[in-house]
């Protein structure tokens, strides 16, 4: 039976903290590229809150019990190029057995379409959880063509984690992939007339890697 994903805004005290230091336009690269990382791994605990779980029996030092450990769908972190590469450590935090898959895409600048230019996924990825990180959710593009890539490889359980939506992005994501689940630390207010997120971070991208 078809079940229609979430969207969360993931508004932890801790989070909107962390969140407003990098929003800040004086915020250095370092210090960006840290707490980006943070933020990432304090999202990733609320992300992985309806994994599956199988039981197991275990020998404590006391007792044999039958307790709980996730079951062996293995999770890959697929960072969308360049900026979701600024999340995955923060990922791998939590999650450090986990597989990572890059997808590399780009955003034209006039006419706001992504383009894909660089795709490595591990196999089997019907079997997986596969958690997508990108800081940004704009006019949603990028996003739902990582969707289709993924999907076109066989993924079927997947999650879309960023920083920071915008409405239309996230309109536009759940109404093209309605089955996946969605998560955010803000959600913003518009885009402007250059696609960007405002109030957002700028182009996170570059704040991340110190470019232009
Ligand atoms: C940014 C961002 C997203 C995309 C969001 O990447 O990291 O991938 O834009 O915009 P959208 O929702 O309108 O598609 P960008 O294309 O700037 O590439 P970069 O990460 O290499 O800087
Ligand atoms: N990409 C970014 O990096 N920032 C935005 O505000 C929109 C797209």
Do not use: W
Request: include cysteine; aromatic fraction near 6%.
């Amino acid at each position: 039976m078809f079940e229609m994903g979430k969207f969360e805004v993931l508004d932890h005290p801790l989070i909107q903290h962390k969140l407003t230091i990098i929003r800040n336009k004086n915020c250095g690269t370092r210090e960006f590229r840290e707490v980006v990382n943070e933020i990432a791994e304090l999202m990733v605990y609320e992300v992985c809150r309806d994994m599956p779980l199988e039981d197991v029996k275990v020998e404590t030092p006391v007792a044999t019990a039958v307790e709980k450990r996730l079951t062996g769908k293995k999770v890959v972190v697929v960072p969308i190029l360049r900026a979701g590469l600024g999340m995955v450590d923060g990922v791998l935090e939590l999650l450090p057995a986990a597989k990572v898959g890059h997808i590399g895409m780009y955003r034209d600048e006039e006419t706001l379409q992504p383009h894909e230019y660089f795709v490595k996924m591990p196999d089997h990825l019907d079997k997986r959880e596969m958690i997508i990180v990108d800081p940004m959710l704009a006019t949603g593009g990028s996003a739902i063509a990582a969707v289709d890539a993924l999907k076109k490889r066989g993924a079927k359980s997947i999650r879309f984690v960023c920083l920071v939506a915008a409405p239309e992005g996230v309109k536009a994501l759940r109404d093209a992939h309605p089955d996946i689940d969605v998560y955010a630390a803000a959600l913003d207010d518009h885009l402007n007339e250059n696609g960007y997120i405002v109030p957002g971070l700028g182009d996170a991208g570059d704040r991340l890697f110190g470019t232009k």
